[in-house]
């Protein structure tokens, strides 16, 4: 299994990143697939979860409304749209998949200041 993220960089608040994660080793359109996050200092904690088979999306409070989840299977990447961020969205994103065990990327960093 390897995950590999991307898109991460310096943005201004109230800006947009897309992330990409590309993944590979396993049957990705049938696997779920999670973005995490760790901010400096912090620990890290889950932001959201799109599911293989339907595709179904779920968000954390923190980011309801302003992030996106959606996957493309042909290409076996999952993206995480960010809208509107805040300084508390600086972070290291981390994609996961759940084989047994957790599988980790090694993250992107997002920082959003001015």
């Known amino acids: 299994v390897q995950l590999v993220e991307s898109g991460g960089g310096l943005v201004q608040p109230g800006g947009s990143l897309r992330l990409s994660c590309a993944a590979s080793?396993?049957?990705?359109?049938?696997?779920?697939m999670r973005w995490y996050r760790q901010a400096p200092g912090k620990e890290r904690e889950w932001v959201a979860t799109?599911?293989?088979?339907?595709?179904?999306?779920m968000y954390a409070g923190s980011v309801k409304g302003r992030f996106t989840i959606s996957r493309e299977n042909a290409k076996n990447t999952v993206y995480l749209q960010m809208n509107s961020l805040t300084p508390e969205d600086t972070a290291v994103y981390y994609c996961n998949t759940r084989r047994i065990r957790d599988y980790w990327g090694r993250g992107t960093e997002v920082t959003v200041s001015s």
């Open positions: 799109i599911t293989g088979t339907r595709g179904s999306t």
């Open positions: 080793g396993f049957i990705f359109s049938s696997s779920d």
